[in-house]
């Protein structure tokens, strides 16, 4: 049977003093992945038109659709994704003057302090996001303006502007325009530059995710402290927590996010419209919808808790296999995996860069300050999101890309993934249950079983059958936004659900 889903049916009811509550609910495992919102096709340089099933380039971002992002603007300086649960500051003017600039820019020990102390629209539960928290809110069809002069027209950030307000880079004050970092409250559990403790952020400008310097860095008496902007977001506590499941048949299930992987690797690099070709071609433990994943996909299973460096592995969970590669200083190291998310830039040709995601570290050609050699370190941690030119001869890149001096290694490793299959349908069929709104099955009504409710109509939580039949107030074989408003009424004492059991 299918579920009626909230925005479906076009219902724009939210129960006030539900959604007080509704994204807080403890102990459940939701990380909705965010699709990148990315609508354009791309050869290895230039916009295309979408290639069909077979043609060169077929299989990239694009093409593959996942949950669209539903923001709703609550009027009160907060903006709600409805998808992920997650509430946001919709503006990151942090001194109130009504303006967006560096002075709005905290340290990322001020930004961690501020958050406890941020009473917007009345919440007290402000928290800095973690990087898979802020990394919901990237849009690729943002422009990276990187290594255009002056203040290119038409720019596009990486983050949808219709509800939340952004600001580039002032270059009338000294900064680039690419300065529109947001501190995480991710730390590294490494060091970057070859020992600055760091913390990792996301830049909507340029669309990148990189490490930043969490503290002072710099010789004695000309130290510099790193400030971004900050913007604070509620609920949903469990956003980002993988639920990782071995299939036993070389295929790893994320039940927190829907998605399947392959336990492996492709096991050797490639360039990307090759990957393209790996993914869709592949016949893997029985299945032959593989693809590559977009960059918000293959985000989501980085193990921020992991590096080279301080655990000897890949920022990835032990029950995946990588393959250890030796990167350009000779050192064991792991590989950067391909996206099919094309990192869209300001110049002529567009498509030239695709987004990958750093599983080892983020290694960059740094020269000391006055010249002299070129140092390879890493420069931007484990877990972080860069791009590298699509085709090519990474010895054209003999000290990297980037104001990091980026390594390019052009031929990426490729880890695909699929949708995993839904388990039974656990909608009730009308009439089949006792209605008593009970959802939570704890002998009384109480919020949560309203906040419950509102996720089942949602689709942003998936019930036993037991849940959703006990949240189908109406007995119509349907969970709605109306059951998670008779649940909550009952809660006040004015519902009609029949007692909890």
């Given at each position: 049977m299918t579920r009626h889903w909230l925005q479906k049916r076009?219902?724009?009811?939210?129960?006030?003093?539900?959604?007080?509550?509704?994204?807080?609910?403890?102990?459940?495992?939701?990380?909705?992945?965010?699709?990148?919102?990315?609508?354009?096709?791309?050869?290895?340089?230039?916009?295309?038109l979408c290639p069909n099933l077979g043609d060169a380039f077929y299989g990239q971002d694009s093409q593959y659709?996942?949950?669209?992002?539903?923001?709703?603007?609550?009027g009160d300086g907060t903006v709600t994704d409805l998808s992920t649960g997650l509430m946001w500051q919709k503006t990151p003017d942090?001194?109130?003057?009504?303006?967006?600039?560096?002075?709005?820019?905290?340290?990322?020990?001020?930004?961690?302090?501020?958050?406890p102390g941020c009473q917007l629209a009345g919440y007290v539960d402000w928290r800095l996001p973690t990087i898979k928290e802020l990394y919901s809110l990237m849009d690729f069809n943002g422009v990276d303006p990187s290594g255009a002069s002056g203040t290119p027209p038409d720019l596009?950030?990486?983050?949808?502007?219709?509800?939340?307000?952004?600001?580039y880079g002032d270059e009338g004050t000294g900064e680039r325009l690419i300065d529109a970092q947001y501190w995480s409250s991710t730390e590294y559990v490494s060091t970057t530059m070859g020992g600055d403790a760091t913390a990792f952020g996301v830049n909507f400008a340029d669309?990148?995710?990189?490490?930043?310097?969490?503290?002072p860095v710099g010789p004695p008496g000309e130290e510099f402290l790193m400030t971004s902007f900050v913007r604070f977001v509620r609920g949903n506590p469990s956003y980002g927590s993988?639920?990782?499941?071995?299939?036993?048949?070389?295929?790893?299930?994320?039940?927190?996010?829907?998605?399947?992987?392959?336990?492996?690797?492709?096991?050797?690099?490639m360039a990307w419209e090759d990957a393209l070709v790996y993914a869709e071609s592949l016949e893997y433990a029985g299945y032959s919808d593989w693809r590559l994943p977009d960059a918000k996909e293959l985000q989501s299973i980085v193990d921020y808790t992991r590096s080279p460096d301080t655990t000897g592995s890949a920022a990835i969970d032990p029950v995946f296999n990588v393959t250890a590669i030796i990167?350009?200083?000779?050192?064991?190291?792991?590989?950067?995996?391909?996206?099919?998310?094309?990192?869209?830039?300001?110049?002529?040709?567009?498509?030239?860069?695709?987004?990958?995601?750093?599983f080892g570290e983020a290694l960059g050609w740094m020269q000391p300050p006055g010249g002299g050699s070129y140092i390879l370190m890493d420069v931007h941690g484990a877990g972080a999101q860069r791009s590298d030119p699509k085709s090519g001869d990474?010895?054209?890149?003999?000290?990297?890309?980037?104001?990091?001096?980026?390594?390019?290694r052009i031929t990426n490793y490729v880890r695909c993934v699929r949708s995993a299959e839904p388990g039974p349908d656990p909608t009730p069929t009308p009439g089949e249950c006792l209605n008593h709104g009970d959802v939570t099955l704890d002998g009384m009504h109480t919020a949560t079983d309203a906040q419950l409710a509102f996720l089942i109509a949602l689709g942003s939580y998936s019930p036993s059958f037991e849940e959703a039949c006990a949240a189908d107030c109406s007995g119509d074989g349907s969970v709605t936004a109306g059951d998670a408003q008779t649940i909550f009424l009952a809660v006040l004492g004015s519902g009609q659900c029949a007692d909890p059991l």
């Open positions: 076009g219902i724009t009811w939210l129960c006030g003093a539900v959604i007080l509550l509704l994204w807080a609910v403890p102990g459940r495992a939701d990380y909705t992945v965010i699709d990148t919102n990315q609508t354009a096709c791309y050869d290895n340089d230039v916009e295309i659709t996942s949950t669209v992002p539903q923001y709703q603007d609550n942090q001194d109130g003057d009504g303006d967006l600039d560096s002075d709005d820019k905290l340290s990322f020990d001020d930004a961690v302090a501020a958050a596009v950030p990486f983050i949808d502007t219709d509800y939340f307000d952004f600001v669309g990148r995710i990189k490490g930043y310097p969490s503290e993988n639920a990782f499941v071995d299939n036993g048949d070389g295929t790893v299930t994320d039940e927190a996010t829907g998605l399947m992987w392959m336990k492996t690797d492709s096991g050797e690099g990167d350009e200083g000779g050192t064991t190291n792991y590989p950067f995996y391909w996206t099919g998310t094309t990192h869209i830039n300001i110049s002529d040709y567009p498509g030239t860069f695709a987004a990958y995601v750093c990474p010895g054209s890149y003999p000290y990297g890309h980037g104001p990091q001096g980026d390594v390019v």
